[in-house]
């Protein structure tokens, strides 16, 4: 075995200093990446929950409303749009609220969306969620 001089082991702790410097980096940066990732997946479902949950509210707020005004008519045309604002209600009281990780959650939101669709054809009204939401923005409360 060869006898291996003290400015060898200086010269090869140098040489490794890169590496070793390298391994500490990766490891801070994965770390302080994780931190802001989990800072940033946070807000972003609050963001999100927020608009799916205005948008929800809009739905049933519409369905209640239009439940209201159809309920009082004899028509034979409004009891059949009376069972379709019933059954948008319906689906919207089945909507999984306490559910964050609700696996069907979109497959369920476009069930609300194509049943308002539906419901906003019968009845003759051109609504949009969209046009409801951009026209709240300048509201001062």
């Given at each position: 075995m060869a006898l291996v001089s003290p400015s060898d082991d200086l010269f090869?702790?140098?040489?490794?200093?890169?590496?070793r410097f390298h391994v500490e980096g990766y490891r801070e940066g994965?770390?302080?990446?994780?931190?802001?990732?989990?800072?940033?997946?946070?807000?972003?479902?609050?963001l999100h929950g927020a608009k799916l949950s205005a948008e929800v509210s809009f739905?049933?707020?519409?369905a209640l409303a239009w439940k209201c005004l159809l309920q009082?008519?004899?028509?034979?045309k409004a009891r059949k749009r009376l069972k379709a604002v019933e059954s948008l209600a319906g689906l919207i009281q089945k909507f999984p609220y306490e559910d964050p990780q609700y696996e069907n959650l979109q497959e369920d939101m476009e069930r609300v969306r194509a049943k308002f669709?539906?419901?906003?054809?019968?009845?003759?009204v051109a609504v949009d969620f969209r046009e409801y939401v951009s026209g709240s923005a300048g509201m001062s409360f």
């Open positions: 090869d702790s140098i040489l490794m200093a890169d590496d994965f770390e302080e990446g994780m931190r802001q990732g989990t800072i940033e997946g946070r807000n972003h479902g609050r739905y049933h707020g519409f009082s008519s004899e028509d034979v669709r539906q419901v906003c054809s019968l009845l003759n």
